[in-house]
């Protein structure tokens, strides 16, 4: 693999990372179109199985900064992403049995679902001290499972689901949310990844590639991010709207 091949994965894996960390949840979704149209990734499987693999990597590393700034409530978090985590592997396995093109189709719709969440308005209210209690374990553990298998069917971090259905589940706040969903998205993704790689579905050249590029997009988003506070409202929507166009090229030309 050349670096005709692995130089545009990496730039596809900085605009991820500056993506993700501006936008949280939902920012990983152009990974998978990235690699089939602009690397060409002929092998739609192949290409969500590696971008499985960079969304955990990029979900680890966020976890840990936000596990250092107190913001993830580990008790829900957990029961979670442990409900979840049977659902992610199911639908990674169901996954793999449908066809490439039905599959990339199925992708844009998720894709579009993942843009109108991001317009929805968002509530930072809720209960910073909330605590993890028996009828919040019977909330969390079928939504869990639920997001899972979603995050497990596209090959995604699934964090456009997880933080809504915490704060649901739970009462937390968005930050709290936000910081506890990375839990999820870095178990669902290595699951997700971790049963693509088994059936020789992971490109680990292209992964290095992705994961390289995230990095170096992560702090590049940085300055950036301190910009958009301002705006936060209207960063989103522009990112939603080009969310929506690229699922839009896949379902009417990319196929």
Request: charged letters at 5%; one cysteine or more.
């Amino acid at each position: 693999m050349g670096w005709e091949t692995l130089l545009p994965a990496a730039l596809g894996g900085a605009i991820v990372g500056l993506l993700l960390t501006l936008f949280g949840g939902g920012g990983s979704v152009l990974a998978t179109p990235w690699l089939i149209y602009v690397v060409g990734v002929a092998d739609t499987h192949l290409a969500i199985g590696t971008s499985a693999a960079a969304v955990a990597l990029n979900g680890a590393t966020g976890l840990a900064a936000q596990a250092r700034a107190g913001r993830v409530k580990w008790p829900c978090a957990t029961v979670f992403a442990l409900s979840g985590l049977a659902g992610a592997l199911a639908g990674a396995q169901a996954a793999k049995q449908i066809d490439g093109q039905s599959l990339l189709a199925w992708f844009a719709v998720a894709m579009i679902a993942i843009a109108v969440s991001m317009l929805l308005p968002r509530r930072s209210e809720g209960d910073p001290g909330v605590h993890l209690t028996p009828g919040m374990v019977l909330r969390l553990a079928p939504v869990g499972l639920v997001t899972g298998l979603a995050a497990g069917f596209f090959g995604i971090g699934g964090g456009f689901l997880i933080a809504p259905g915490l704060m649901a589940a739970t009462g937390m706040t968005l930050a709290n949310a936000g910081a506890s969903s990375l839990v999820s998205v870095t178990l669902f993704g290595s699951a997700t990844s971790a049963s693509y790689a088994a059936s020789g579905l992971v490109s680990w050249p292209l992964f290095g590639a992705l994961a390289s590029g995230g990095a170096i997009g992560t702090l590049a988003a940085m300055p950036l991010s301190r910009r958009l506070a301002k705006q936060p409202r209207a960063a989103r929507s522009l990112f939603a709207v080009m969310v929506i166009a690229v699922a839009l090229y896949i379902l009417v030309v990319g196929r």
